[in-house]
């Protein structure tokens, strides 16, 4: 890309708001951040101004939800990267309206302006999550084909019946991968809060005329994530634990999968969206490969060389998924050189990054907690 831009990026702070600057800069881009620093992900130091807030060029401290710190981001910007928003899906089942004000909302003022203010932005790339799947695509084992189920209920996790059955004759249905042409079946009010940012943007850049991409991001990991937030990040979630050598509860009977993808991969699909001709767009950005949460435990215990015992407990959260991945063909057709990083590659890098940071006490039992106090999971920690 030759043209030089101004660029945009809410919740620049985050990991991955660091990552796709860094891959922004790398290309001669002009980069200013949109970011109120959450204690929640900054942790202390978020009262002040954190060191790494001097990557970006410019740097406005502000709330999504507020239309004047939008207006002052926005001027003299090309084009606009909406990573900003609250991530934790187990969290927002009981914070529903923060969520849905800071995700929703947000985007939704975002848009406001762009549709009623003299703002020249001719881009925008929002992320979302391969939340808004639900179940994703199985295939039932009788005679229904491909089928999306419906989100599993609590007495269903109750009484341990963890796999999703056909919904249309309740028969065995196994999982593959998901394409972005799978129905969305939200599980989580974070899925749902995600689809409407997702579907708010795409309608209303088609509408105004300015070229707009969703990127549906499976589980994003790498150096750099946050180490002390216990509602979101599994692999932040058990290395903490891990490198204490404290005792590791995976959840349901640990056969569920997940998608892992590199954080460096997915700052190239950002940059490379902005060289996207067809508007709008939605795209999956996963490694499409499921993992199972037992061999992920067992290969971050390796990586740590931890002495850590992993509990296969039958423990639950209401609006947790079974199993879910990316049909990478859609991508691969727009980045046929787009190569995810491997697992095992990716968490050894991940693990040496860790290894230089601050050791935080364990407090994924206070979230736990909080979730059974309110009837939503059980766990026995």
């Known amino acids: 890309m030759d043209t030089i831009l101004n660029i945009l990026v809410t919740g620049g702070a985050g990991f991955i708001g660091r990552h796709v600057t860094s891959r922004l800069q790398s290309e001669g ?7 109120n620093l959450d204690p929640q992900v900054h942790g202390a130091e978020a009262a002040g101004n954190p060191d790494y807030t001097s990557q970006a060029d410019e740097m406005v401290r502000g709330d999504v939800r507020a239309r004047e710190d939008w207006q002052t981001a926005l001027q003299d910007i090309d084009a606009v990267i909406h990573l900003a928003a609250q991530t934790g899906t187990a969290q927002s089942m009981y914070r529903v309206a923060d969520y849905t004000d800071v995700n929703v909302g947000g985007t939704g003022l975002l848009w406001d302006i762009l549709a ?28 229904c084909g491909l089928v999306v189920p419906e989100p599993r209920s609590r007495s269903q996790l109750e009484s ?21 042409a799978s129905a969305p079946q939200p599980a989580s009010l974070y899925a749902s809060t995600k689809l409407a940012q997702e579907s ?16 549906r991001l499976q589980n994003v990991y790498g150096p750099g994530q946050s180490l002390r937030n216990p509602y979101t990040g599994i692999i932040s979630i ?6 204490q050598n404290l005792p590791v509860n995976i959840y349901e009977d640990g056969n569920e999968s997940r998608d892992f993808v590199y954080v460096d991969d997915v700052a190239d699909v950002f940059m490379s969206a902005l060289r996207f001709k067809e508007t709008p767009v939605l795209v999956n950005v ?16 390796d990586a740590w060389e931890s002495s850590s015992t992993l509990t296969i407990s039958g423990d639950y ?35 040496q990054w860790a290894k230089t940071q601050a050791e935080f ?15 939503l999971g059980r766990s026995g920690q």
């Open 29 to 35: 881009h002009r980069v200013r951040w949109l970011d």
């Open 116 to 143: 009623n203010d003299k703002i020249r932005v001719k881009q925008v790339i929002v992320a979302s999550s391969r939340a808004v799947y639900g179940e994703g695509s199985y295939r039932c084992v009788s005679r």
């Open 160 to 180: 341990g019946q963890w796999e999703p059955r056909c919904p249309i004759c309740g028969e065995e249905a196994r999982p593959v991968a998901t394409a972005e």
């Open 200 to 215: 708010i943007s795409l309608t209303m850049g088609r509408a105004l005329g300015i070229s707009t991409a969703a990127l």
């Open 238 to 243: 058990f290395s903490n634990q891990m490198r």
């Open 286 to 301: 996963g490694s499409g490969c499921p993992t199972t949460l037992t061999d992920l435990a067992e290969t971050l215990r």
């Open 317 to 351: 959260r209401v609006g947790d998924i079974r199993h879910n991945w990316s049909d990478n063909t859609r991508i691969n057709e727009y980045l046929p050189d787009w190569q995810p990083k491997s697992l095992s590659d990716g968490l050894n890098d991940f693990v």
């Open 361 to 375: 006490a364990d407090t994924s039992g206070f979230a736990t907690g909080e979730l059974a106090a309110r009837d």
